[in-house]
Each structure stands twice: as structure tokens, then as C-alpha cells.
């Protein structure tokens, strides 16, 4: 039974992992016969927002490892401590924490950093060659490990587009239900909430992507 690594970025759109995408992408890995294991970096989120009113909550702190248990149920473990020798491929939902709290690309665009701890991880798996899906705004960390104008997409946005391809990717237009396929770096990216209207939306390309990595060798 293959083994997959799930980094979480916290827990909640605006500014953690996108709960819906989380979701399907666990429960798409079980349908399809695979385990997985959650994993997400011990630090401090960049800020906390209200979901109910959309303001930033002023003043509170949140740890993207605690918020991300809320979504694993409890079984997560701090990123430091997943190896790639350990499993069969990498995925990371979207949600703005992805690009808030794993990488910086929603402050920084082009010029973004990578938690350092997520970037070794990310770039550990795709040196030994192990398949991978990004989801959502999740491509644009991808950019920032693969490179060497790899093929990703975030849907149509073109300044998210831009931004990526700035960072060594190469981004290609998709479809909300569909995904984008870089077969040399084994790597797999879908639009999911970048484009869905809603949950099912979400989970047409989702399934698709959980399915395409599992089935790379």
C-alpha cells in the first residue's frame, strides 16, 4: 500500500489550509487504496483572520502545526519529521496558508520565501524523483522548489500566473476540473478553490490530481 506525506499549512482559507481541499485530498487518497500521514511546520501563522467577518483578528497568535491538527484529527507530526525514504509521494492541499505560512508568495509574489523547513522536505522528494500534487495556490511553492521551467498551474489568474512563472515555473491555463501534468519531475497541479465555484468543482480536479500521483511510478 503506497504512503503519502500531506503538508498542511494550518487550518481555514484566509488563513491556513482550505479545509474543503484538505478534506478531499485525504479521503481521495483512502478511496484509491493509499495511507497517509500529515505533517505541517511548528511555527507561528502570519496573522489570524475572522472567517466569519474576513478582518484580521489583531492581536492573536495561532501555530500552524496546532491549527493543522484540528483537520488530521490529532495525527500530525512537525514537518522536521517527515523523510521522503518513508513514502511514496508528496501532497500539499491549498488554502492561503499555503502561501502565507509554508512560502510567502501571497506578500511577496516573486520575490517570496520558503519556510525552510517545508523546502527541504518539498525539494527532498522531488530530488529522489517521488511523485507530487499541489493543489490550489499550493503551486506556487512548487514553482519556488521545481523550477527549470516546470509546468504548474493556479487556474487563469494572471498575475498569480505571472508571479510563478517569475519564480522559474512555467504556467499553463487549466480548468477547474482538470489538472496539469509535468511528467519528467513527476509533479501534478490542479486549480481546485483558485477557480471552483464550489465543492464538487473542488473535488473533480482534486480526485483527478490524488489519483495521477498514486498511479506514477
Known sequence: MKKVAVILSGSGVFDGA????????LLAIRENGAQYQCFAPDVAQMHVVNHLTGEVAEGESRNVLVESARIARGEIKPVTACKP???????LPG????AKNLCTFAVDGPECSVNDDVMAVCKAFAEAGKPAGYAC?????????Y???RKVTIGNDEGAAAGINALGAS?????????????E???VTTPAY???????EAKAGIDKMVKTVLAMK
Request: hydrophobic share 60%; proline share 2%; net charge negative.
Open 18 to 25: 482550505e479545509i474543503h481541499e484538505a478534506v478531499i485530498t
Open 85 to 91: 525514504d518513508d513514502f511514496d509521494a508528496i501532497m
Open 95 to 98: 488554502g492561503f496558508g499555503a
Open 137 to 145: 495556490i499550493a503551486p506556487a511553492l512548487a514553482a519556488a522548489v
Open 147 to 149: 523550477k527549470d521551467q
Open 171 to 183: 504556467h499553463v491555463d487549466c480548468a477547474v476540473d482538470a489538472i496539469v501534468i509535468d511528467t
Open 185 to 187: 519531475a513527476k509533479l
Open 194 to 200: 483558485m477557480l471552483a465555484g464550489d465543492i464538487l
